[in-house]
């Protein structure tokens, strides 16, 4: 984690210690410093974001999960795959129908819109495992799509701060016409290193709206009763993200998975292997070679070269026949495995 994070946590603690700085419950939406600062954010991008749009969550994939009492269970979920796993367990485990609706090398693994009579539409951009990115233009045909249907969409930018370049949407409130039909989830997990620290945020636009009731509303009604808020500490830490030294801090980071991804792309360019993702993602998905499925080829790097990556047929049956790598690593031991993976398959 980067020191503006680690410095502002410490103070925190300390703040803790003292009566006279002590903070008792929080708001159960957030603290409104930190949805403050978040609704800059989105604004500093050219998004117009209210405080009170901006909720804190302990996390993303507690609020995918936690979301989903808006909705009713009789609702049609649609999954783009291959996707994070959480989207079609979270609703199968609410009773949901799931409508699962597959991408691949021909469409770049960015599906269009099919009307399949789904009320909540799952969207990840940039995607985990696939690292592809929707352009405006594909993500307008989404929106668009939602708001004839009266589906709302669930945006997942847990991975938007990877996006490198310009002409890509990082926010689906980027596209005329989100505001009436979409929730963004995103996440600090892979923003600045807050997987076991737990800090998310949600934006709810006010003008949303399904059958004559405001979702905002409702979700501020949910979360005053389901929650007591999150840790003061963690909200402290997660401000110092978002700040001018704190956002120089963490590009840097990214910028080491980056560089590592960039490592591992220069493999498969070189040995003629079909991927997608690594530009603007940290994730490099990759056609198995040799006509492996997905567990044969991880079977085959662990025995033959002691490299681990992610089976692609876990995030969905198109997924099978092919496999994820994450750029998550340490600069040395992304380069050893870079260059096993190069000697072993160049054969
Ligand atoms: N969404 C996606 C697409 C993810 O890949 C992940 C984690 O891998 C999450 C959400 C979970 O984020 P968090 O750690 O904030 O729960």
Avoid at 135 to 160: C, H, P, R
Avoid at 181 to 206: D, H, N
């Amino acid at each position: 984690m980067c020191d503006s994070v680690i410095e502002a946590l410490h103070e925190a603690v300390g703040e803790q210690a003292n009566q006279a700085t002590f903070h008792g419950y929080m708001d159960e939406c957030g603290a409104p410093f930190l949805r403050g600062t978040i609704a800059r954010y989105y604004q500093k991008r050219g998004v117009d974001i209210c405080e009170n749009e901006v909720f804190i969550s302990s996390g993303a994939s507690d609020e995918l999960g936690d979301i989903l009492d808006l909705f009713d269970t009789t609702s049609p979920a649609l999954v783009m795959e291959p996707a994070y796993p959480a989207y079609v367990d979270a609703n199968v485990m609410a009773g949901r129908k799931v409508i699962h609706l597959s991408s691949g090398e021909y469409n770049a693994f960015l599906p269009e819109p099919e009307d399949v009579g789904a009320d909540i539409i799952y969207i990840c951009s940039p995607n985990n495992p696939t690292g592809a990115v929707f352009s405006k233009k594909q993500l307008k045909k989404w929106v668009d799509y939602a708001n004839m249907t009266g589906a709302v969409i669930l945006f997942d930018a847990a991975y938007e701060a990877f996006i490198e370049d310009d002409s890509l949407p990082h926010s689906i409130f980027e596209i005329d016409g989100a505001k009436q039909c979409a929730i963004e989830i995103c996440s600090l997990s892979k923003t600045a290193g807050f997987t076991g620290t737990r800090l998310g945020y949600t934006v709810i636009p006010k003008t949303l709206e399904r059958g004559n009731m405001n979702v905002r509303e409702m979700w501020v009604r949910n979360r005053t009763t389901k929650t007591n808020g999150v840790s003061y500490i963690i909200q402290k830490g997660a401000a110092a993200v978002f700040s001018e030294e704190g956002q120089r801090q963490i590009k840097e980071n990214i910028d080491v998975y980056k560089s590592n991804a960039k490592v591992l792309m220069q493999v498969f360019d070189a040995l003629g292997i079909w991927y997608s993702g690594g530009k603007n993602a940290p994730y490099i998905w990759i056609k198995c070679p040799q006509g492996m499925n997905s567990w044969e080829f991880f079977d085959y790097l662990l025995n033959e070269i002691q490299v681990v990556g992610t089976p692609g047929s876990g995030f969905g049956a198109c997924g099978k026949g092919y496999f994820r790598f994450s750029a998550f690593g340490e600069t040395e031991d992304t380069k050893i495995a870079a260059k096993r993976i190069y000697d072993l398959l160049k054969k």
